[in-house]
């Protein structure tokens, strides 16, 4: 069989490890608008091991009190986790700050940590290593495992309820194991032991046959819309009209195979990296110049990101995010050597083909992918020229930190 691990309101169960105070009280995490790396000043960075989930670099690790959310008399910021507690009164992720102290006024907030967070999810996951086979990392609070010609299928209980009490007594974290035959039946039956409990499903049909087409993993607003107004509105009414998804084409049978737990999927312990990117929301803005600037500070850590992972991209990916719900995006695939300015240059020109609308803009991604050790022939000399200086600025940033090197373009 295969296990589902989802750890209980992560974040909030970090802080909790550290502060008892924060025990059996409504607690948030809150996220504003990141502010610390356009900063001019010298700014506190990580970079994360391999399979981190909260990015490979962290910027800033300063501790904050309520006043951080306020600005100009209103109260910035958004709910990222909720504990229990907070969410028994209707309080969930997604919840803007103010509304959630609307809601419960002596809510405690604290700001993310995400250098906590990723170094529990690690340290978890080499301890999953030693007790299962095979473990797939899903997001930093979620993983799965094959105990298939590991453990008996009569004694997946009493294995999953030990790891879960292991976890417990040497993490002190509150996760929820869910168990089947599939991956994805067995992340479903994670959201019915929660929280902080177990469960297994040995009959597949007899489990889904009642349950809303909305709670299966991979069912968004736009699929539940189309399959409600179809008549489907269970699994069991999904199991029934296989004929159906199947004219959808890859995604409907995949779709179907892995409601109706015959999909087969393997747990994956680890792919290869396809991209880097790195992207960042703020406060509106709506002076392009100062958004080229910030792109231009994207693109130092990008960089930096880039050179540590010693690939080479050759495709490059931006997208925009405006004040009123509207995205742009642009790309271009370029066979050079990779250096800093290039990707200053290309991301730049990328932005000015992605700016469409005339609106505020509140978030900036950059990505590069696709690697592979080339160059075209008329830029080749010139690339391997900027090659040595930006292993030479890679040096000093590992040895002085991100901010030793900073162009004269990023500076307000």
Known sequence: MKI????????????????????????????????????????????????????????????????????????RGIVVT????????????????????????????????????????????LFLKKKIPFVEQYSIDEFFGDLEGWVEEDEVYEFIRELK??????????????????????????????????????NTDEFIKDIPVEKFPGIGKRIEKKLKEKGILTLGDVKREKEYFYSWGKSG??????VCGIDNEEVVEKSERKSIGISRRFDPVYDRGEIVRRIGVLCRYLSFLVKKKKVNPTFYYLSIKYKHSKKSKAHIKLDRIFNELLLKEIMTMLFYKADVENDYIISIGISVSKFKKVSNLFDLEKDKKMEKLNDAIYKLRSKYGLSALVSASEII
């Not at 909790?16 to 409504?26: C, G, Q, T, V, W």
């Not at 995490?29 to 502010?35: F, G």
């Not at 040497?170 to 994670?190: C, E, H, M, Q, Y």
């Not at 049978?253 to 892995?258: A, F, I, S």
Request: proline letters at 3%.
């Open 4 to 75: 589902h691990l989802d750890l209980d309101c992560f974040f909030v169960s970090a802080h909790r490890i550290e502060d008892k105070s924060l025990l059996n009280k409504p607690v948030v995490v809150v996220k504003r608008n990141d502010r610390e790396i356009f900063k001019n000043q010298k700014t506190k960075y990580y970079t994360m091991n391999e399979g981190a989930f909260t990015g490979d670099l962290i910027v800033g690790d300063e501790k904050y009190d309520k006043s951080y959310f306020l600005e100009n008399g209103k109260v």
């Open 82 to 125: 909720a504990s229990y507690e907070a969410r028994a009164f209707g309080i969930k992720t997604g919840t803007t700050l103010a509304e959630a102290l609307r809601i419960y006024p002596d809510l405690t907030v604290i700001t993310p940590d995400y250098k906590l967070y990723h170094l529990l999810s690690y340290k978890l996951k």
């Open 165 to 202: 009490y292991e976890i417990k007594e040497k993490f002190n974290l509150p996760v929820s194991i869910g168990a089947a035959k599939s991956k994805w039946i067995a992340k479903l039956a994670t959201s019915f032991a929660k929280p902080d409990g177990i469960k297994v499903v040995k």
């Open 253 to 258: 049978v995949q779709l179907y195979k892995r």
